[in-house]
């Protein structure tokens, strides 16, 4: 099987920073897009930043200039730097790859169980 796993969430005072990490564990053939979500409360979720499979970084207006996606191929993970926090960036945020697992042909779409960050004004 294959697991995300979030870390680096917590309280944070607006204008700070945090960095967030998922660590993707299995057997794993290939990983094809890693992203971010987040989820505020009362709302759907919303793409954050992504590696697309062209090797593209995509990031939601509302993050660009604040927050980066950095990707360790070799250890299989991704991690997302927040810095210029603000209220809004409170939400759950959640890790998602696009996976083929070994010996198969398909690739599965993963999540995380999320990370909260918080952002106080």
């Known amino acids: 099987q294959v697991q995300l796993v979030e870390s680096g969430g917590g309280l944070v005072q607006a204008g700070g920073s945090l960095r967030l990490s998922c660590a993707v564990s299995?057997?794993?053939?290939?990983?094809?897009?890693m992203a971010w979500y987040r989820q505020a409360p009362g709302k759907q979720r919303e793409l954050v930043a992504a590696?697309?499979?062209?090797?593209?970084?995509n990031y939601a207006d509302s993050v660009k200039g604040r927050f980066t996606l950095s990707r360790d191929s070799a250890k299989n993970t991704v991690s997302l730097q927040m810095d210029s926090l603000k209220p809004e960036d409170t939400a759950v945020y959640y890790c998602n790859a696009d996976i083929i697992m070994r010996g198969y042909n398909a690739a599965v779409d993963y999540w995380g169980k999320g990370t909260l960050v918080t952002v106080s004004s």
């Open positions: 299995g057997i794993i053939f290939s990983i094809n897009t």
């Open positions: 590696f697309t499979r062209s090797g593209r970084t």
